[in-house]
């Protein structure tokens, strides 16, 4: 089965600093994705940002990027320039590749971006 | 931008009474997912749904719960009899084969 950790509940910034989050997970497929997603106080799940396991080249969007190291099997985010509007809960997920299968969550962490 | 929708964004239902939370998946995804968030736990699978049936489920979703695509475009959970336990946040999701999208949730409280 797989599984998605995220070891910090929670981490805080000072605004325009930036911040790397982290999560490493475990599994036997070769073909899968990872996204972090934010959920701020509303619940919302918010996309935030995709990576294919067979891409070498990491993602970005924006001031998010992530370091995707395959065979270390982890995922970490990173917001550079961060904002006060960066504050929330942010989960990585996996999801197997074939079948579009379901998304399997981390705890979550909880970030804080200070004024 | 196309969004999942889902109605109603509140729901409070009081025990034993059966709820129907629906969702408006983006109009050309063809896989289909529920999530429910109990508050301060991490984001749980309940169910997904490809080609007019059930393609994965999690041991969340027993004979309690039930999922429809009635008219090709909703995309509906029933909890029949509903427990204390399943107050939660319930996002539904829709999704290609390289990413998905979750809706803004239905908060249900089961009093």
């Known amino acids: 089965a797989q599984t998605v950790t995220q070891s910090q509940p929670e981490m805080s910034v000072q605004e325009a600093e930036t911040v790397t989050l982290s999560c490493t997970y475990d599994?036997?497929?070769?073909?899968?994705?990872l996204f972090w997603y934010k959920q701020p106080p509303s619940r919302q799940m918010i996309l935030v940002i995709r990576?294919?396991?067979?891409?070498?080249q990491n993602a970005t969007e924006n001031r998010f990027s992530v370091n995707f190291q395959k065979a270390a099997k982890s995922f970490s985010l990173k917001i550079s320039d961060s904002q006060l509007g960066d504050a929330a809960m942010y989960f990585c997920a996996y999801r197997r590749g074939t079948n579009a299968g379901k998304s399997t969550f981390g705890d979550g962490t909880t970030l804080t971006v200070k004024p | 931008e196309p969004e999942v929708t889902q109605t109603p964004s509140h729901q409070v239902t009081q025990m034993g009474q059966e709820v129907i939370l629906r969702c408006v998946p983006i109009?050309?995804?063809?896989?289909f997912y529920w999530y429910r968030q109990i508050l301060g736990q991490k984001v749980e699978f309940l169910v997904s749904f490809y080609n007019n049936e059930i393609s994965e489920k999690s041991e969340i979703f027993d004979d309690q719960f039930s999922v429809e695509r009635p008219d090709g475009s909703n995309f509906t959970l029933k909890i029949r009899s509903t427990k204390l336990e399943d107050s939660a946040m319930y996002f539904c999701a829709s999704g290609s084969l390289t990413e998905a999208f979750f809706g803004q949730g239905t908060r249900l409280t089961v009093v």
């Open positions: 990576q294919e396991a067979y891409k070498q």
């Open positions: 109009s050309n995804h063809l896989y």
């Open positions: 599994t036997s497929e070769s073909d899968y994705y």
